[in-house]
């Protein structure tokens, strides 16, 4: 399941902002409600036995107030969520906004179903477009996983990077205490996780084009007849991000994008 997973996960935007391979730095992971947390807190702990992150490495979960690795580390993950499920509100916590200020990569779930998730009035939208916002101001970059239907990614154009994982079930299951719940997990976003942080891929392409979105006056979305993302798509990290001009400086030698 989980190898299954891995090749499945597609990038179809990367501009300088993957993977995270620095055995130093700090990195802000949120899920878009408390159950994805879960998962997200796993996936911080296959890192660690894959070796692909530091063993002493510091997880601050802000939802549970667990700790795990060594505060001297040098790589420092926080965890956290920003939409309350149950009354339909942001969570947006001061420790959430310290984070990210301090953060050099960002990632966040989006897990659309369909066009009212990406709305203005959407909670969703409102929270992906202010941690955008937040982690440009703070210089960092920030990376999206779209979760569940793919078409949410052509709605947040300002993300550094973009990955397709394609599932949002089964975020609140931890694979390792299964006896009583014997339900899928979420390997799909372990997979994404895992090619964040400069594990095997990401290789899938794309089921699907991807249109661009048209905001109508009224606030309603539509999809326009020009395609944004091709099926069949998907790049990896041996290829160069696209948009940029690499020339070199005269005086240093150096590359300038």
């Not at 601050?60 to 309350?84: A, P």
């Not at 599932?167 to 006896?179: K, L, N, Q, V």
């Not at 994404?192 to 009224?218: H, K, M, Q, R, S």
Request: hydrophobic fraction near 35%.
């Amino acid at each position: 399941e989980m190898d299954i997973a891995r090749e499945a996960v597609t990038m179809v935007k990367n501009d300088f902002a993957l993977p995270f391979t620095d055995q130093e730095g700090n990195v802000v992971l949120i899920g878009r409600t408390q159950d994805d947390t879960k998962a997200l807190q796993f996936g911080t702990t296959m890192l660690k036995l894959e070796g692909l992150i530091p063993a002493d490495t510091h997880v601050n979960n802000l939802v549970n107030g667990s700790h795990s690795g060594s505060e001297d580390s040098t790589l420092k993950i926080t965890i956290d969520y920003y939409y309350n499920s149950s009354d339909k509100s942001l969570h947006y916590t001061d420790e959430l906004k310290s984070a990210i200020a301090e953060a050099d990569l960002v990632t966040a779930m989006s897990v659309s179903s369909g066009t009212s998730d990406m709305l203005p009035s959407s909670y969703q939208y409102q929270g992906l477009t202010q941690l955008i916002e937040d982690t440009h101001n703070a210089h960092g970059k920030f990376a999206l996983i779209s979760a569940n239907l793919p078409y949410d990614s052509a709605r947040y154009k300002d993300a550094d990077a973009v990955l397709h994982t394609y599932m949002a079930s089964g975020m609140g299951i931890d694979p390792t205490e299964r006896e009583d719940n014997p339900g899928a997990y979420n390997a799909n976003l372990q997979g994404a996780i895992y090619a964040i942080f400069g594990g095997e891929g990401p290789i899938g392409t794309l089921p699907v084009n991807i249109p661009e979105i048209i905001v109508n006056d009224d606030g309603t979305i539509a999809y326009s007849d020009e395609i944004l993302y091709e099926r069949g798509m998907g790049i990896t990290y041996n290829e160069k991000p696209s948009g940029y001009i690499i020339t070199e400086d005269e005086s240093t030698g150096i590359a300038i994008y």
